[in-house]
């Protein structure tokens, strides 16, 4: 089993930054791919980035330019810092970690609210 913990949602004004976290825990060495996705209000769940074992990164189009996914192996932990945030941006955000299998973890989300 894997565990994640996000953190680092809040309030933020238009055109602000954060800085989410997803620590990791458990079972990990078989995961290849971590990821941060988003759920609107109303809304599918949809991809916002995503960084494998090797480096190789991916962004979704609305977020390119504004975001940053990186991580710390040191800490088991995956960083997504936001920048130039938009209230089209709000929503929850989860971290999802994946297995080659196709055995995927996700945690329980962190809010991230921006005001116009």
């Known amino acids: 089993q894997v565990q994640l913990v996000e953190s680092g949602g809040g309030l933020v004004q238009t055109g602000g930054s954060l800085r989410l976290s997803c620590a990791a825990s458990g079972f990990i060495a078989k995961i290849n791919t971590v990821g941060w996705y988003r759920q609107a209000p109303g809304k599918q769940r949809e991809l916002a980035a995503t960084?494998?074992?090797?480096?190789?990164?991916n962004y979704a189009d609305s977020v390119k330019g504004r975001f940053t996914i990186s991580r710390d192996n040191a800490k088991n932990t995956v960083y997504l810092q936001m920048n130039s945030l938009k209230p089209e941006d709000t929503a929850v955000y989860y971290c999802?970690?994946?297995?080659?299998?196709?055995?995927?973890?996700w945690g329980k989300g962190t809010l991230v609210t921006v005001s116009s």
């Open positions: 999802n970690a994946a297995q080659n299998s196709g055995i995927n973890y």
């Open positions: 960084i494998t074992t090797t480096g190789r990164i």
